[in-house]
Protein backbone atom coordinates (compact mmCIF):
# COMPACT_ATOMS: atom_id res chain seq x y z
CA UNK A 1 0.00 0.00 0.00
CA UNK A 2 1.39 3.86 -0.96
CA UNK A 3 1.32 6.08 1.56
CA UNK A 4 -0.88 8.14 -0.42
CA UNK A 5 -3.51 5.73 -0.01
CA UNK A 6 -2.76 4.74 3.76
CA UNK A 7 -5.67 7.55 4.83
CA UNK A 8 -8.53 6.18 2.63
CA UNK A 9 -8.08 2.68 5.02
CA UNK A 10 -10.61 1.54 6.84
CA UNK A 11 -8.44 1.84 10.16
CA UNK A 12 -8.04 5.49 9.33
CA UNK A 13 -11.16 6.68 8.31
CA UNK A 14 -13.84 5.13 10.72
CA UNK A 15 -14.07 4.55 14.59
CA UNK A 16 -15.36 0.87 14.27
CA UNK A 17 -16.51 1.42 18.02
CA UNK A 18 -19.28 3.99 16.65
CA UNK A 19 -21.32 1.10 14.59
CA UNK A 20 -22.78 -2.20 15.58
CA UNK A 21 -21.20 -4.14 11.95
CA UNK A 22 -17.42 -3.35 13.68
CA UNK A 23 -17.63 -7.54 13.12
CA UNK A 24 -17.88 -6.84 9.08
CA UNK A 25 -15.15 -4.59 9.17
CA UNK A 26 -12.20 -7.15 10.21
CA UNK A 27 -9.77 -8.01 8.20
CA UNK A 28 -10.93 -5.50 5.75
CA UNK A 29 -7.98 -3.13 4.20
CA UNK A 30 -10.16 -0.49 2.23
CA UNK A 31 -13.80 -0.04 3.35
CA UNK A 32 -15.23 -0.85 0.13
CA UNK A 33 -14.37 -4.58 -0.18
CA UNK A 34 -17.31 -4.78 2.38
CA UNK A 35 -20.13 -3.55 0.16
CA UNK A 36 -20.89 -7.52 -1.43
CA UNK A 37 -21.25 -8.32 2.27
CA UNK A 38 -23.08 -6.33 3.74
CA UNK A 39 -26.78 -7.87 2.98
CA UNK A 40 -25.40 -11.96 4.31
CA UNK A 41 -23.66 -9.67 7.58
CA UNK A 42 -27.15 -8.23 8.42
CA UNK A 43 -28.84 -11.41 8.15
CA UNK A 44 -26.65 -13.04 10.67
CA UNK A 45 -26.26 -10.24 12.85
CA UNK A 46 -30.00 -9.58 13.75
CA UNK A 47 -30.25 -13.33 14.74
CA UNK A 48 -28.13 -12.32 17.56
CA UNK A 49 -29.26 -9.25 18.91
CA UNK A 50 -31.32 -8.97 22.39
CA UNK A 51 -34.91 -9.55 21.75
CA UNK A 52 -35.64 -7.59 24.85
CA UNK A 53 -33.83 -4.33 22.74
CA UNK A 54 -35.16 -5.20 19.02
CA UNK A 55 -38.28 -6.41 17.58
CA UNK A 56 -38.06 -8.19 14.12
CA UNK A 57 -40.93 -6.73 12.39
CA UNK A 58 -40.71 -9.23 9.58
CA UNK A 59 -38.19 -11.03 7.04
CA UNK A 60 -34.82 -9.98 8.22
CA UNK A 61 -35.89 -6.71 9.65
CA UNK A 62 -35.05 -5.81 13.32
CA UNK A 63 -36.25 -2.38 14.69
CA UNK A 64 -34.68 -1.53 18.12
CA UNK A 65 -37.59 -0.68 20.32
CA UNK A 66 -36.30 2.89 21.19
CA UNK A 67 -36.42 4.17 17.19
CA UNK A 68 -38.72 5.88 16.34
CA UNK A 69 -39.95 5.27 13.09
CA UNK A 70 -43.07 6.98 10.75
CA UNK A 71 -45.70 5.13 9.38
CA UNK A 72 -44.93 6.11 5.99
CA UNK A 73 -41.69 5.00 6.11
CA UNK A 74 -41.00 1.53 4.10
CA UNK A 75 -38.43 -0.94 5.50
CA UNK A 76 -37.27 -3.75 2.84
CA UNK A 77 -34.80 -6.41 4.39
CA UNK A 78 -32.48 -7.40 5.31
CA UNK A 79 -32.31 -4.33 7.29
CA UNK A 80 -31.10 -3.29 11.06
CA UNK A 81 -32.35 -0.07 12.58
CA UNK A 82 -30.62 0.91 15.75
CA UNK A 83 -31.56 2.39 18.87
CA UNK A 84 -33.06 5.80 19.10
CA UNK A 85 -32.19 6.07 15.43
CA UNK A 86 -35.39 8.20 13.62
CA UNK A 87 -36.49 6.78 10.06
CA UNK A 88 -38.92 9.97 9.36
CA UNK A 89 -41.85 10.05 6.98
CA UNK A 90 -41.65 8.39 3.42
CA UNK A 91 -37.58 7.38 3.90
CA UNK A 92 -37.76 4.77 1.76
CA UNK A 93 -34.69 1.65 2.73
CA UNK A 94 -34.81 -0.36 -0.30
CA UNK A 95 -32.76 -3.00 1.60
CA UNK A 96 -29.05 -4.13 2.63
CA UNK A 97 -29.01 -1.44 5.23
CA UNK A 98 -27.61 -1.05 8.62
CA UNK A 99 -28.83 2.48 10.29
CA UNK A 100 -26.61 3.30 13.33
CA UNK A 101 -27.70 4.41 17.10
CA UNK A 102 -28.88 7.97 17.06
CA UNK A 103 -28.64 8.46 13.02
CA UNK A 104 -31.21 10.52 11.18
CA UNK A 105 -33.50 9.13 7.59
CA UNK A 106 -35.30 11.90 6.68
CA UNK A 107 -38.00 12.69 4.57
CA UNK A 108 -37.72 10.80 0.86
CA UNK A 109 -34.16 9.73 1.66
CA UNK A 110 -33.53 6.35 -0.48
CA UNK A 111 -31.13 4.03 1.22
CA UNK A 112 -29.45 1.09 -0.49
CA UNK A 113 -26.75 -1.50 0.43
CA UNK A 114 -24.94 0.79 3.34
CA UNK A 115 -23.73 1.25 6.56
CA UNK A 116 -24.50 4.43 8.18
CA UNK A 117 -22.46 4.82 11.56
CA UNK A 118 -23.93 5.99 14.53
CA UNK A 119 -25.09 9.78 14.75
CA UNK A 120 -25.20 9.87 10.84
CA UNK A 121 -27.54 12.19 9.21
CA UNK A 122 -28.82 12.17 5.94
CA UNK A 123 -32.26 14.04 6.83
CA UNK A 124 -33.83 15.76 3.74
CA UNK A 125 -34.31 14.18 0.10
CA UNK A 126 -31.10 11.85 0.04
CA UNK A 127 -30.51 9.06 -1.87
CA UNK A 128 -27.21 6.77 -0.32
CA UNK A 129 -26.33 3.72 -2.21
CA UNK A 130 -23.22 1.19 -1.92
CA UNK A 131 -21.92 3.41 0.55
CA UNK A 132 -20.50 3.57 3.74
CA UNK A 133 -21.08 6.50 5.89
CA UNK A 134 -19.13 7.17 9.28
CA UNK A 135 -19.56 8.33 12.62
CA UNK A 136 -21.86 11.50 12.68
CA UNK A 137 -21.38 12.17 9.32
CA UNK A 138 -24.02 14.40 8.16
CA UNK A 139 -25.43 14.94 3.53
CA UNK A 140 -26.81 18.46 3.34
CA UNK A 141 -30.52 18.59 1.83
CA UNK A 142 -30.48 16.89 -1.59
CA UNK A 143 -27.34 15.68 -1.90
CA UNK A 144 -26.70 12.17 -3.19
CA UNK A 145 -24.39 9.35 -3.91
CA UNK A 146 -23.77 8.46 -7.80
CA UNK A 147 -23.42 4.70 -7.24
CA UNK A 148 -22.95 3.24 -11.34
CA UNK A 149 -20.42 5.11 -13.84
CA UNK A 150 -22.37 6.19 -16.72
CA UNK A 151 -20.68 3.76 -19.04
CA UNK A 152 -21.47 0.77 -16.54
CA UNK A 153 -17.27 0.07 -16.36
CA UNK A 154 -16.04 -0.89 -13.15
CA UNK A 155 -15.46 1.35 -10.77
CA UNK A 156 -11.94 2.64 -9.89
CA UNK A 157 -10.52 4.92 -6.81
CA UNK A 158 -8.51 7.22 -7.57
CA UNK A 159 -6.02 9.38 -5.44
CA UNK A 160 -4.17 11.52 -8.31
CA UNK A 161 -2.21 9.44 -10.98
CA UNK A 162 -3.01 5.92 -8.12
CA UNK A 163 -5.55 3.90 -9.27
CA UNK A 164 -6.98 1.22 -7.05
CA UNK A 165 -9.00 -1.53 -8.96
CA UNK A 166 -12.43 -2.59 -6.71
CA UNK A 167 -13.81 -4.83 -8.84
CA UNK A 168 -17.08 -3.10 -8.19
CA UNK A 169 -19.83 -2.30 -11.16
CA UNK A 170 -21.81 -0.32 -7.60
CA UNK A 171 -19.93 1.78 -5.31
CA UNK A 172 -20.87 4.95 -4.36
CA UNK A 173 -19.00 7.28 -2.02
CA UNK A 174 -17.29 6.35 1.58
CA UNK A 175 -17.53 9.08 3.58
CA UNK A 176 -15.61 8.94 6.97
CA UNK A 177 -16.30 10.71 10.51
CA UNK A 178 -17.45 13.92 10.79
CA UNK A 179 -17.46 14.43 7.16
CA UNK A 180 -19.88 17.16 6.22
CA UNK A 181 -21.70 17.29 2.81
CA UNK A 182 -23.42 20.61 1.69
CA UNK A 183 -26.63 20.61 0.04
CA UNK A 184 -27.28 19.36 -3.39
CA UNK A 185 -24.11 17.62 -3.83
CA UNK A 186 -22.97 14.86 -5.94
CA UNK A 187 -20.73 12.29 -4.90
CA UNK A 188 -19.24 10.55 -7.80
CA UNK A 189 -18.59 6.55 -7.76
CA UNK A 190 -15.85 5.78 -6.19
CA UNK A 191 -15.47 9.08 -3.81
CA UNK A 192 -13.62 8.80 -0.45
CA UNK A 193 -13.76 11.77 2.28
CA UNK A 194 -11.57 11.72 4.61
CA UNK A 195 -12.32 12.34 8.23
CA UNK A 196 -13.24 15.54 9.39
CA UNK A 197 -13.58 17.15 5.57
CA UNK A 198 -16.43 19.63 4.57
CA UNK A 199 -17.43 19.49 0.94
CA UNK A 200 -18.87 22.59 -0.27
CA UNK A 201 -22.74 22.72 -1.36
CA UNK A 202 -23.47 22.53 -4.53
CA UNK A 203 -19.92 20.96 -5.51
CA UNK A 204 -19.37 17.26 -7.88
CA UNK A 205 -16.95 15.57 -6.20
CA UNK A 206 -14.89 12.16 -7.74
CA UNK A 207 -11.50 10.57 -6.47
CA UNK A 208 -10.36 10.70 -3.01
CA UNK A 209 -10.56 14.08 -0.85
CA UNK A 210 -7.72 14.33 1.99
CA UNK A 211 -8.73 14.39 5.88
CA UNK A 212 -9.42 17.76 7.56
CA UNK A 213 -9.91 19.50 4.13
CA UNK A 214 -12.87 22.02 2.79
CA UNK A 215 -13.85 20.73 -0.72
CA UNK A 216 -14.48 24.00 -2.77
CA UNK A 217 -14.33 22.84 -6.78
CA UNK A 218 -12.07 20.44 -8.75
CA UNK A 219 -8.64 20.60 -8.16
CA UNK A 220 -9.05 23.46 -5.24
CA UNK A 221 -9.01 21.75 -1.67
CA UNK A 222 -7.88 23.71 0.83
CA UNK A 223 -6.60 22.37 4.44
CA UNK A 224 -8.96 23.18 7.31
CA UNK A 225 -6.96 23.43 9.96
Given at each position: ???????????????????????????????????????????????????????????????????????????????????????????????????????VVGNS????????????????????????????????????????????????????????????????????????????????????????SNIYP??????????????????????KY
Amino acid sequence: MSAKMKEFTTENLYNLEETIAAELFEGAEYPWELLPKISSFIVELGKKLPEEKFTRVKENVWIAKSAKVAPSANINGPAIIDEEAEIRHCAFIRGNAIVGKGAVVGNSTELKNVVLFNKVQVPHYNYVGDSILGFKSHMGAGSITSNVKSDKTLVVVKNGEEKLETGLKKFGAMLGDNVEVGCNSVLNPGTVVGRNSNIYPTSMVRGCIPAGSIYKKQGEIAEKY
